[in-house]
């Protein structure tokens, strides 16, 4: 598996109802960060999360990252139709570049009303 | 409104003609980078630069060229396309790196035929 592994690779919920999304990655990392991407648009930054951090929250979003693992968890609550989009964890390995985040390939999140 | 801004939003050309894709940020940040974004592939990075004059190969920079000749601007130079650039390409931009979350341009569809 590459380094940022999005689990599950497709979601369908309803809406209202929560949406959890995970994110493994296999080295060591300085941060994390989680983007949306609306069909076919630009990603936009959701959140971001340092290495010595376990929990983050941002509205409706949580984010949580468990080092020992190696796993991070993005969960949106009450989801909306609005919020159907892929969603994309991104790894900054500690040690290596400062200058590359690495991504995974995605949840697609459909939210049906 | 702080953004980055890329053009052509979509572009078809011929294999071997030159073109560019510009880039430009409004937010003073340091540090660009250029992605594309294929089926299956998910986001790859094809060159990146920490600040102005300085750029540094990703993960596919073959076929590709840069330059970083003012801070807001960062073109991606496609010296003789080929059909298997066909892709859609993103541009990105941070504070100094990694250690920020990304904002990321509308992106460009390209067709090579």
């Known amino acids: 598996s590459q380094q940022g592994e999005e689990d599950p690779q497709a979601l369908s919920i309803q809406e209202g109802e929560n949406a959890t999304m995970n994110c493994s990655y296999k080295t060591s990392i300085n941060n994390l960060q989680w983007y949306r991407q609306n069909s076919g648009r630009g990603l936009v930054h959701l959140i971001l999360i340092r290495s010595n951090e376990r929990e983050k929250h941002s509205g409706r979003l949580r984010v949580t990252l468990d080092t020992s693992k190696k796993s991070s968890s993005l969960l949106i609550t009450a989801s909306r139709a609005a919020d159907t989009a892929s969603y994309f964890c991104?790894?900054?390995?500690?040690?290596?570049?400062?200058?590359?985040?690495?991504f995974g390939k995605g949840t697609l999140l459909t939210v049906n009303p | 409104e702080a953004q980055v801004t890329q053009n052509p939003r979509y572009l078809i050309t011929v294999t071997g003609k030159k073109l560019t894709v510009t880039c430009s940020q409004n937010m003073n940040h340091e540090y660009m980078s250029w992605y594309r974004q294929d089926p299956g592939l998910g986001l790859r990075q094809i060159y990146y630069?920490?600040?102005?004059?300085?750029?540094d190969k990703g993960d596919v920079p073959e076929g590709y060229k840069v330059s970083r000749k003012e801070k807001r601007n960062f073109p991606l130079i496609l010296e003789s396309p080929s059909p298997n650039q066909t892709s859609l390409y993103f541009c990105?931009?941070?504070?100094?790196?990694?250690?920020?979350?990304?904002?990321f341009g509308s992106g460009t569809r390209l067709t090579v035929v």
């Open positions: 991104a790894t900054d390995i500690s040690g290596g570049s400062n200058y590359k985040l690495t």
């Open positions: 630069s920490m600040n102005v004059e300085v750029t």
């Open positions: 990105a931009s941070s504070y100094t790196g990694t250690g920020y979350g990304y904002t």
